[in-house]
């Protein structure tokens, strides 16, 4: 899918979920919630949270792309910040040319939320724009999926690709790298700010 056509709808609807009140009534459950603004929130059969239930105020773009949880863990640019990152370098569909780009890996994240890697579950990854991607953790783990922070030495900006991507190199895997380039990267949604964790 060529994701520079997709129906971008999220400023319309504005971007309230994306900045969850940490002080709201909803006490951490286990870890300690966030104390900046979350940027990705990870729901479904986790075993760790750090925040309670969907709020239909608060959390208004969760709310209209259907997402519902009664618990979830959520992470701020902090919490990426202080796991461990991996740097890749594939060429992009948007000017066919390669970029950095760097973040801890897919799995890693999961494993805040206490998602072991390998296990038997498949990642529902929604962008703010609706995009929504189903991949087994196996693909995601083959694939070295990062959840990207930087591209070429700079933060992500809202309104761009970020504030995070899910990505692989396409470059170098061989499910991907003789496709056209604009065909390579239909599961990395950009603007990733939920992660549905679903038992297989």
């Known amino acids: 899918m060529n994701m520079n056509k997709r129906n971008f709808v999220a400023a319309g609807m504005g971007l309230a979920g994306l900045w969850t009140a940490t002080g709201s009534s909803h006490a951490a459950t ?116 990062i959840v990207a922070t930087h591209i070429d030495g700079q933060p992500m900006a809202l309104g761009g690709l970020g504030p995070q991507w899910a990505v692989y190199d396409a470059d170098v895997l061989p499910a991907f790298k003789d496709k056209p380039v604009k065909e390579r990267f239909g599961l990395c949604p950009w603007g990733l700010y939920h992660i549905e964790v679903k038992k297989a």
């Open 30 to 145: 286990q870890a300690k919630a966030p104390s900046g603004p979350t940027l990705l929130t990870i729901s479904g059969a986790i075993t760790q949270s750090n925040r309670g239930a969907l709020d239909a105020t608060i959390d208004q773009m969760m709310g209209k792309h259907g997402i519902q949880f009664d618990k979830a863990y959520a992470l701020d640019a902090a919490a990426l910040a202080r796991m461990p990152a991996v740097t890749i370098k594939p060429t992009l569909e948007y000017d066919s040319k390669p970029h950095t780009l760097k973040g801890p890996l897919l799995t890693t994240v999961l494993a805040a939320a206490g998602v072991a890697a390998g296990s038997p579950v498949q990642l529902g990854l929604r962008a703010v724009d609706g995009y929504n991607v189903n991949i087994s953790m196996a693909d995601a783990q083959a694939y070295r999926m």
